[in-house]
Nanobody, 124 residues
């Protein structure tokens, strides 16, 4: 059974940092593109960051470029999202996703597996 389990969310003041981690079981992430998405209350799920299978290529939403960094450790079967200079508008539930596609993607519909999400709240 495939499981993606996010951790590291919480409450932080604006300007602070958090590091989210996604631990995978039931699949080997080296065979998958990995991504992070988020969904704020009352809004649609949106793309945050993605990393290719070997970690060579990354892509970010414009709203997080320069502040967030996605990384993966295929040996540990984990993917991380380092979030710096957090803003209140970053408040959302953050989801980890795994996709079998060849190239990394910003489109949620291309991902095959999803975690349950972790809440990130940034206070002003």
């Amino acid at each position: 059974q495939v499981q993606l389990v996010e951790s590291g969310g919480g409450l932080v003041q604006a300007g602070g940092s958090l590091r989210l981690t996604c631990a995978a079981s039931g699949l080997t992430i080296s065979s998958y593109v990995m991504g992070w998405f988020r969904q704020a209350q009352g809004k649609e799920r949106e793309f945050v960051a993605t990393v290719s299978r070997r970690g060579i290529n990354t892509d970010y939403a414009d709203s997080v470029k320069g502040r967030f960094t996605i990384s993966r450790d295929n040996a540990k079967n984990t993917v991380a999202l380092q979030m710096n200079s957090l803003k209140p508008e970053d408040t959302a539930v953050y989801y980890c996703a795994a996709g079998k596609m060849v190239a990394s993607s910003i489109h949620a519909g291309e991902y095959d597996y999803w975690g349950q999400g972790t809440q990130v709240t940034v206070s002003s």
